[in-house]
């Protein structure tokens, strides 16, 4: 079995700012991003099957980081 934890960070695409850094909140980026980007890694990060690095939204790009933990039952 392994248990994982995804970091997200935010950047405008325009101007490099980091708006969000390594939060494990995924509901901080609802304001943020567009609602079909949301509702994608909101659903893929509850399954584990988020594996993307990086993805852009019009105007942000999210960087995730998945860590990943076995263990053993």
Do not use: P, W
Request: hydrophobic share 40%; aromatic share 10%.
């Amino acid at each position: 079995m392994e248990l994982f934890t995804y970091y997200y960070s935010l950047i405008d695409k325009h101007t490099g700012e980091v708006i969000l850094s390594n939060s494990t909140a995924i509901q901080e980026l609802k304001a943020y991003v567009s609602e079909a980007l949301f509702e994608y890694l909101e659903t893929e990060s509850k399954t584990g099957r988020l594996n993307a690095s990086r993805l852009a939204d019009d105007n942000i790009i999210c960087v995730i980081n998945k860590i990943v933990v076995s263990k053993v039952s």
